[in-house]
């Protein structure tokens, strides 16, 4: 008898081990305090879901993630499931991520996770864009009305001449440490610059980087540097979340933000309080495309999104844990306590109350316009990231780094 309950209760430890699994998931943002509790309810709905199952969350600094994250797969030791960005960032890595089409039904931004094949290789959980934040007391300061920010390139020069000659702060907040700030500028230029049928030719690298259009906008990025907006060291600023901070203390009167998750309408409101945040979308010169209104448009796309590592020994198991992170339940979290833009518009986002969300949310639909950064090839982005700096620093001409980077898209798109 006693020989028979110890072979019961070997078997069924030995059931529990074998039961036992753990699913790994990269992030950069599973150690933001603003995530936690996101990240939580997704864990906790799957781990009730699936006894035996531990999800491991592991952030990766954001900086070094596409690199760490590409040489964890090259040598097979991926993780189980991994956070990516829309756009060429997703889609460069759709032969290592499984096909989530059938997972993907009714959600917002799909386009942007969407692989050449037609797969949607990651489920996006939020919609993000860039828009200009501004201080209206430092508007007011420089004799601006703050009802009426700018919306032309003409009055954007005008506007951040008056902040200048007020001399207290730069026009903007700039971090271009890792590049970032141009990605920006080079979206938010774009976005009224390009028509669609160029950003479409953009993205498949058959629009020059030395085509006048785009060597247009690097060239503001020199003036810009040039007319005096940036504080001095931008090359030396991280925009995440150093240029934010500079903006949350009110230390410049503008900064190009993002629309979900973070550097955003809440984090500025909490911190500059509501009534002194507004919002418009950045002018380009040459612009050539318009909103329904007739001002500017704003780059919007597919946000972040959970994809599944289909080399994994998990990935049917992963690929039920990535559902759970774009559902409802635990994106509602997600959305009232970051403030993102979900991607299921199955979520309630009734409880987001901003005045500056409220100026924003009408443009999703009458000035949406491609994110020209995420559309190009991530060797693309790393040598904006670099010529953007040499740049500001006048170390070379606009001709010799749109030459540069022509070298790199043709290479990127197989020429």
């Known amino acids: ?129 860039f828009t200009v934040y501004y201080n209206k007391a430092r508007y007011t300061e420089a004799g601006l009305d703050p009802a009426n920010p700018p919306k032309t390139w003409d009055e954007l020069k005008a506007a951040c001449e008056a902040i200048k000659a007020k001399g207290a702060v730069p026009c903007f907040a700039m971090g271009n440490k890792e590049g970032f700030g141009a990605e ?13 049928e160029e950003q479409a030719a953009f993205a498949k690298g058959e629009l020059k980087w030395s085509s006048p259009k785009m060597k247009a906008i690097l060239q503001a990025w020199v003036d810009t540097q040039a007319w005096g907006w940036y504080e001095e060291g931008a090359n030396s600023m991280p925009k995440f979340m150093d240029e934010y901070e500079m903006f949350m203390r009110g230390d410049a009167a503008n900064t ?28 380009a010169p ?25 080399a994994g020994a998990n990935a049917a198991l ?4 990535v559902q759970v992170l774009a559902a409802p339940g635990p994106i509602a979290v997600f959305a009232a306590d970051a403030g993102i833009l979900p991607a299921n518009p199955a979520v309630d986002t009734s409880g987001l109350n901003s005045p ?23 060797e693309e982005l790393e040598e904006l990231h670099r010529q953007s700096q040499l740049l500001l620093n006048g170390e070379v001409t606009v001709d010799d780094a749109a030459a540069r980077l022509d070298e790199v898209q043709a290479k990127a798109h197989g020429g």
Do not use: C
């Open 1 to 129: 008898m006693k020989l028979k309950m110890l072979l019961a209760a070997t078997a069924m430890v030995l059931a529990n081990a074998a039961a036992a699994q753990e699913l790994t998931v990269w992030d950069w943002k599973s150690g933001d305090p603003a995530a936690a509790t996101y990240i939580e309810a997704a864990k906790k709905e799957f781990e009730a879901a699936h006894p035996g199952v531990t999800v491991n969350f592991v952030m990766q600094p954001h900086d070094q993630y596409y690199t760490l994250l590409g040489t964890a797969l090259s040598a097979g030791s991926g993780p189980d499931v991994f956070l990516v960005h829309g756009g060429a960032q997703a889609k460069s890595r759709a032969d290592a991520l499984a096909d989530l089409t059938a997972q993907s039904a009714g959600l917002a931004g799909l386009a942007d996770f969407t692989a050449d094949s037609g797969a949607v290789v990651a489920l996006p959980i939020t919609i993000q864009g």
């Open 256 to 283: 190009i933000g993002l629309l979900s998750d973070v550097a955003h309408w809440k984090q500025f409101d909490d911190m500059l309080g509501a009534e002194n945040v507004g919002a418009f979308r950045h002018p």
């Open 356 to 378: 500056t969300l409220a100026t924003i949310l009408p443009w999703t639909a009458s000035a949406a316009a491609p994110m020209a950064h995420a559309n190009s090839s991530p």
């Open 286 to 310: 040459e612009a050539v495309v318009s909103g329904t209104d007739g001002g500017p448009m704003m780059p919007l796309a597919g946000g972040i999104g959970y994809g599944v590592n289909k």
């Open 184 to 196: 920006f500028f080079l979206s938010s230029l774009a976005a009224s610059m390009l028509t669609p």
């Open 318 to 321: 992963a690929t039920e844990l």
